[in-house]
T-cell receptor, first 115, second 115 residues
């Protein structure tokens, strides 16, 4: 069964450094998402992406975040200058459709630790 | 305001028994979709089951079924014949037709299946 893959599974970085989290969505999916989950808390929406542009973003997704689809398969989340509070599990997801009945399929996540 | 409410932070069930995980939601949109995801201790998010607001019948998927009560705005997950491998966090989530792309999650319920 096709799946969303994320790399790396765990990233440790120093405060102030830039990180890039990588994702390969399911190949025939058109809609891509990033979510984050701070340890022990709920899963929070960051951004959605369609047709090479951001469709929707949350308040969390401020100027230090950016997303890109640099080629036909990868989807990346960049955090320009990491803060301690950016430590979380970051999930990439994709869906075939925008419609409400189209489930999001999630990758296994990247655990980001900012020290 | 909370869109998705999961009132049970933790639940226990004995192996082979059935268990119901509660979820209530809040929306004024007539078109919405409700999803349940499982998150084992390894961290990945696994899609389990979907219920659409216009669906006449409760969704079922193997041992998972959804007790959808539209008037009460509840979409409880029923797991029948629990197995030890069902021990995990379970998240209820909703997509609304007018809100765009985001999937809004509840805070989750931790389920422990005991022998």
């Amino acid at each position: 069964e096709p799946e969303v893959t994320q790399t790396p599974s765990h990233q440790v970085t120093q405060m102030g450094q830039e990180v890039i989290l990588r994702c390969v969505p399911i190949s025939n999916h058109l809609y891509f998402y990033w979510y984050r989950q701070i340890l022990g808390q709920k899963v929070e929406f960051l951004v959605s992406f369609y047709n090479n542009e951001i469709s929707e973003k949350s308040e969390i997704f401020d100027d230090q975040f950016s997303v890109e689809r640099p080629d036909g398969s990868n989807f990346t989340l960049k955090i320009r200058s990491t803060k301690l509070e950016d430590s979380a599990m970051y999930f990439c997801a994709s869906s075939a459709q925008k419609q409400v009945n189209s489930p999001l399929h999630f990758g296994n996540g990247t655990r980001l630790t900012v020290t | 305001a909370q869109k998705i409410t999961q009132t049970q932070p933790g639940m226990f069930v004995q192996e082979k028994e059935a268990v119901t995980l509660d979820c209530t939601y809040d929306t004024s949109d007539p078109s919405y979709g409700l999803f349940w995801y499982k998150q084992p201790s390894s961290g990945e998010m696994i899609f389990l089951i979907y219920q659409g607001s216009y669906d006449q019948q409760n969704a079922t998927e193997g041992r998972y079924s959804l007790n959808f009560q539209k008037a009460r705005k509840s979409a409880n997950l029923v797991i029948s014949a629990s197995q030890l491998g069902d021990s995990a966090m379970y998240f209820c989530a909703m997509r609304e037709g007018d809100s765009g792309y985001a999937l809004n999650f509840g805070k989750g319920t931790s389920l422990l299946v005991t022998p």
